[in-house]
């Protein structure tokens, strides 16, 4: 069985945090999302929050030096396991991650641009999330992803540490097919 830190690679909305969440509760992981902490950096109103509330509203990648150093402030002095949600979503915050910790396992949730944009758009209703309410922003995103993220899919196969999932099938098929890589993980 597999009890090394984990990575959820994947297009926005592709299921990485409730994926997450599941896996924490499961296994005992802590799960550290780089969406989550921006969010509450905008909302304490910092001088570096107001910089990320712009980035967010326009579906834009928030730059490398500013993510490395919150995810390095999360790891430093930090015990036990982990599953990162969100990070690395560029190559350099990925050569970054391996200067300052040891990744075995990347899941790589796969799923197609209408699934991603349809299910964005359900989040959004409840989310109350902005860049998830808006078509424009959603593209952005999806680019984004596609030009800085997905670079990341060979990076980690390249690496052998990559487990692709069918990211189409149901949360609990998911989740089931992915325990089972856990399981079989060496
Ligand atoms: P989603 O997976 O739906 O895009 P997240 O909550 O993971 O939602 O991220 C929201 C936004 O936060 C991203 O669109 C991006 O602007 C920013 N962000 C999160 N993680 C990173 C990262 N590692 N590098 C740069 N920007 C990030």
Same mark, same amino acid.
Do not use: C, H
């Given at each position: 069985?597999?009890?090394?830190?984990?990575?959820?690679?994947?297009?926005?909305?592709?299921?990485?945090?409730?994926?997450? $969440?599941?896996?924490?509760?499961?296994?005992?992981?802590?799960?550290?999302?780089?969406?989550?902490?921006?969010?509450?950096?905008?909302?304490?109103?910092? *001088?570096?929050?107001?910089?990320?509330? #712009?980035? !967010?509203?326009?579906?834009?990648?928030?730059?490398?030096?500013?993510?490395?150093?919150?995810?390095?402030?999360?790891?430093?002095?930090?015990?036990?396991?982990?599953?990162?949600?969100?990070?690395?979503?560029?190559?350099?915050?990925?050569?970054?991650?391996?200067?300052?910790?040891?990744?075995? !396992?990347?899941?790589?949730? *796969?799923?197609? #641009?209408?699934?991603i944009? %349809?299910?964005? !758009? %359900?989040?959004?209703?409840?989310?109350?999330?902005?860049?998830?309410?808006?078509?424009?922003?959603?593209?952005?995103?999806?680019?984004?992803?596609?030009? %800085?993220?997905?670079?990341?899919?060979?990076?980690? $196969?390249?690496?052998?540490?990559?487990?692709?999932?069918?990211?189409?099938?149901?949360?609990?098929e998911?989740?089931? !097919?992915v325990?089972?890589?856990?399981?079989?993980?060496?």
């Amino acid at each position: 069985m597999y009890n090394g830190n984990i990575i959820l690679l994947g297009a926005p909305g592709s299921g990485k945090g409730t994926l997450g $969440k599941q896996l924490a509760e499961k296994y005992g992981y802590t799960l550290i999302s780089t969406g989550d902490i921006l969010r509450e950096e905008k909302k304490s109103g910092s *001088d570096i929050g107001k910089k990320i509330n #712009d980035i !967010l509203g326009k579906g834009n990648l928030v730059p490398d030096e500013i993510v490395n150093q919150i995810v390095e402030n999360k790891l430093k002095n930090f015990e036990g396991q982990f599953i990162l949600d969100g990070f690395p979503r560029t190559v350099p915050q990925a050569q970054f991650l391996d200067t300052i910790s040891d990744i075995g !396992l990347v899941i790589f949730l *796969d799923v197609s #641009d209408n699934t991603i944009r %349809e299910r964005i !758009l %359900e989040r959004g209703k409840t989310s109350g999330r902005e860049d998830d309410q808006n078509v424009d922003i959603i593209n952005r995103r999806i680019i984004q992803y596609k030009t %800085e993220t997905q670079p990341l899919v060979e990076f980690y $196969k390249f690496k052998k540490i990559l487990s692709q999932i069918d990211g189409e099938n149901s949360i609990q098929e998911v989740f089931n !097919l992915v325990q089972n890589i856990i399981k079989l993980w060496n």
